[in-house]
């Protein structure tokens, strides 16, 4: 029926419409909280953990160890295992 394909071509382009208007004040409400200094995403965990494991490290904790006692899963702690083994960090 041509009537009701016209009414469905509207309710498309309205909601289409409405789209690009909440995308594009979703766009403008970021770069304002960019410009205010807000940080997006999660903070990395591991960088408040890396003296903690420095010190098991020295302490000779095994891997599972000291995974177990970060709290953290097998790929996290071997990422902050190698940053502490290249001196890439400076925090702790």
């Known amino acids: 029926n041509p009537s009701s394909m016209f009414?469905?071509?509207i309710l498309g382009a309205?909601?289409?419409l409405q789209r690009?208007?909440?995308k594009e004040h979703c766009?403008?409400?970021i770069e304002v909280a960019k410009a205010k200094g807000v940080k997006f995403g999660r903070?990395?965990?591991?960088e408040e953990k890396l003296?903690?494991?420095?010190?098991l490290l020295a302490?000779?904790?095994s891997d599972k160890e000291a995974m177990t006692d970060l709290g953290v899963s097998r790929g996290t702690?071997?990422?902050m295992k190698s940053m502490l083994a290249d001196d890439r960090v400076t925090s702790c």
Do not use: E, M
């Open 27 to 29: 766009k403008l409400g």
């Open 7 to 9: 009414v469905i071509s």
């Open 51 to 55: 003296p903690t494991l420095k010190r």
């Open 14 to 16: 309205c909601a289409s």
């Open 43 to 46: 903070k990395p965990i591991f």
């Open 20 to 22: 690009s208007i909440q």
């Open 59 to 61: 302490g000779g904790a």
């Open 77 to 79: 702690y071997y990422k």
